[in-house]
């Protein structure tokens, strides 16, 4: 049973799917159920993963790693997404760009993930 806000993965195909209302389906993709995706949050490349989300004037910046990620033609950070007060924000980002996002926003506390073409989902 898919759940609000869950991400799905289609192994063939690579489509990724966010759902946004949960039901009792599956989600199949090229014929194949979609792969529930696992939200990293520590691994040996946390430096460069895992977002940092800080409250500025006016919204939250959120920075992908402390060390900031890379943003080439085959590794990339596609999208930052901030969940806030029951609505979730999104950026997608292209190569070349900075991995950062602001998001105008008042909200006191946050929760922000980012999708690494390569290394997969990232939570904060």
């Known amino acids: 049973m898919a759940k609000r806000l869950e991400v799905y993965k289609c192994n063939v195909c690579g489509n990724i799917v966010e759902v946004l209302t949960g ?5 199949v993709c090229c014929g194949q159920n ?10 040996a490349a946390k430096e460069k993963h895992v977002p940092v989300a800080k409250k500025v004037a006016g919204g ?3 920075m992908v790693g402390s060390v ?7 590794h990339w950070i596609e999208w930052i997404e901030l969940n806030a007060n029951g609505t979730s924000y999104k950026v997608f980002l292209n190569p ?4 950062k996002a602001f998001f105008p926003i008042e909200a006191d506390q946050v929760t922000v993930r980012e999708y690494c073409n390569l290394h997969g989902l990232w939570k904060a």
């Open 68 to 74: 900031p990620h890379p943003m080439e033609e085959k």
């Open 60 to 62: 939250w910046e959120v």
């Open 34 to 43: 979609m792969v529930l995706m696992t939200e990293n949050t520590v691994d």
């Open 96 to 99: 070349g760009q900075e991995p």
């Open 23 to 27: 039901g009792a389906g599956a989600l």
